[in-house]
């Protein structure tokens, strides 16, 4: 089989619709669209933190490449982020800052 190299940026802007699609499912995009306040009431609140940790587990699953987070580490993101925003922006930024992604096959799975 040869070797494939596809566009990041094009890479990047599909797992971001996947992503959002997904997140879309449970009502939970917000979380990557805009900063989502912490709410003032304490049952808002632990909706609001299931909702980001829901979040977090979800790109996490989409992130799985060791290079990926071994260039959002250096991008400056953290394993510990809890704000799934911070993280949808980083890999946005950070991911799109190499020209290709290589590999053979097939590229990796989008997300989910």
Same mark, same amino acid.
């Given at each position: 089989?040869?070797?494939? @190299?596809?566009? =990041?940026? =094009?890479?990047?802007?599909?797992?971001?619709?996947?992503?959002?699609?997904?997140?879309?499912?449970?009502?939970? @995009?917000?979380?990557?669209?805009?900063?989502?306040?912490?709410?003032?009431?304490?049952?808002?609140?632990?909706?609001?933190?299931?909702?980001?940790?829901?979040?977090?587990?979800?790109?996490?699953?989409?992130?799985?490449?060791?290079? =990926? @987070?071994?260039?959002?580490?250096?991008?400056?993101?953290?394993?510990? @982020?809890?704000?799934?925003?911070?993280?949808?922006?980083?890999?946005?930024?950070?991911?799109?800052?190499?020209?290709?992604?290589?590999?053979?096959?097939?590229?990796?799975?989008?997300?989910?």
């Amino acid at each position: 089989m040869k070797d494939f @190299e596809i566009s =990041v940026p =094009v890479l990047i802007n599909q797992w971001s619709i996947i992503l959002r699609r997904a997140l879309e499912i449970h009502d939970l @995009e917000d979380n990557i669209l805009k900063e989502v306040s912490e709410p003032d009431d304490p049952d808002e609140r632990k909706k609001w933190k299931l909702d980001r940790l829901k979040v977090a587990y979800t790109i996490g699953n989409c992130l799985i490449d060791k290079k =990926v @987070e071994r260039t959002l580490i250096s991008s400056g993101w953290s394993l510990d @982020e809890k704000n799934p925003k911070t993280t949808h922006d980083l890999v946005m930024k950070g991911i799109a800052s190499i020209r290709k992604y290589p590999g053979t096959h097939q590229p990796p799975p989008p997300c989910i």
